[in-house]
């Protein structure tokens, strides 16, 4: 619409409404969107991308595959170059292994979480069961308009 056609069903039709700006300008913007509109694909899929941050500078950790088998992570040195020791997945395994393990969980918690999950599920459901009723009311409202409108013509 920005140049005075649009889309509808597939096709392009040419409205009437005056353009904001000219096709060429259009087309431009867009070659110029598309070059930023890149995905970015890893060749490799490494345990612990994205979780970790650097703990001197702050910026996110990558990781790298040395030798073919073996892993490092460190700091990406996006805002400095800071002195972080690089450090092997091996070593991050059996370090968050034992955060993960040392996390225990009472009895009297978990109930009240499993209770609590099953209230917001519930709840969720009954939403769920509510917004499909109205769209299905909606729906048999437009489609009784559309028969009126049919007999009317």
Request: with cysteine.
């Amino acid at each position: 619409m920005y140049y005075g056609d649009f889309r509808w069903h597939g096709k392009i039709y040419r409205g009437i409404h005056e353009p904001i700006i000219t096709k060429g300008l259009f087309q431009a913007a867009q070659a110029i969107m598309k070059r930023y509109n890149v995905v970015r694909t890893t060749k490799m899929d490494f345990a612990f991308r994205g979780l970790f941050t650097c703990g001197l500078c702050g910026t996110a950790f990558t990781a790298e595959r040395k030798k073919g088998r073996y892993v490092y992570y460190h700091c990406s040195f996006s805002k400095t170059r800071c002195k972080n020791n690089y450090f092997r997945e091996e070593v991050l395994d059996e370090r968050l292994g034992a955060i993960i393990k040392a996390i225990q969980i009472d009895a009297d918690v978990l109930n009240v979480l499993t209770d609590g999950l099953k209230e917001s599920h519930s709840q969720e459901k009954v939403y769920h069961e509510q917004a499909i009723t109205s769209l299905h009311q909606t729906y048999q409202r437009i489609q009784d308009k559309l028969d009126r409108a049919y007999n009317d013509k």
